[in-house]
């Protein structure tokens, strides 16, 4: 397993290049769904792999943001889009996140699930860090849902993780999600059903 320094060096290496090379996605599905996902955030808010920024200005006046990345390079071109609703941009892994339990009405989480190598651990410490009824917003790229792209995606995976060594394209955050315990409020497929956006909830204990 990449250790969280080689997976940092990677993106610090990919940093000043990373908004031009997202931008054709962004502007044919990405910026659309961003901006209808963040519109959602409420409350305290702690937004996951911050990367350079690009939620920042889409969240909501009076929106109270705290990020974090692993990546300090990928920091420093977030702190040119902060805004005064973000109190925060923080060096951080998000399978151990520096912060105490419920915490945060609103986690987010956007093109971060793909990469993460402890899926279920960084689950888990998002599901403790939430207040319950407390929500997840994630906008990630996923296995295609017929049949027929599930294999693609499956199959394409193999070389393009041998190339990056970093993002998956088969992943799974809905399965993922309710096996971890959280109750998926809504769940949406774009692209041809490779992109996903889903809002999970923290139960409320019974």
């Known amino acids: 397993m990449e250790t969280d320094y080689a997976q940092a060096t990677h993106y610090n290496h990919f940093a000043s ?3 031009r090379f997202i931008y054709p996605l962004e502007r044919l599905v990405l910026a659309r769904l ?22 920042l200005p889409l969240y909501p006046a009076g929106a ?11 920091l420093r071109w977030a702190i040119e889009r902060k805004t005064e609703r973000c109190s925060a941009l923080l060096l951080a892994d998000a399978a151990r996140l520096p912060f105490a339990a419920g915490q ?17 651990k960084t689950l888990a410490e998002i599901c403790r860090v939430l207040r319950p ?15 027929l792209l599930s294999r693609l995606t499956d199959l394409l995976n193999i070389p393009w993780f041998a190339l990056n ?4 394209l088969n992943s799974q955050p809905e399965v993922d999600l309710r096996d971890a315990g959280f109750e998926i409020v809504a769940a949406e497929r774009h692209a041809a059903s490779i992109v996903q956006m889903i809002v999970a909830r923290r139960p409320a204990p019974a």
């Open 17 to 19: 290049g990373y908004d």
């Open 34 to 55: 961003r901006r209808r996902l963040i519109a959602q955030a409420n409350g305290r808010i702690l937004e996951l792999a911050v990367g350079t920024g690009v939620n």
């Open 64 to 74: 109270c943001v705290i990020g974090l990345d692993l990546s300090p390079d990928m």
């Open 104 to 120: 945060f009405d609103t986690v987010v989480s956007t093109l971060l699930y793909c990469s993460l190598h402890q899926p279920a």
């Open 133 to 147: 009824g407390g929500r997840l917003l994630m906008l990630e790229h996923v296995r295609g849902s017929p049949p």
């Open 165 to 168: 060594r970093s993002c998956r």
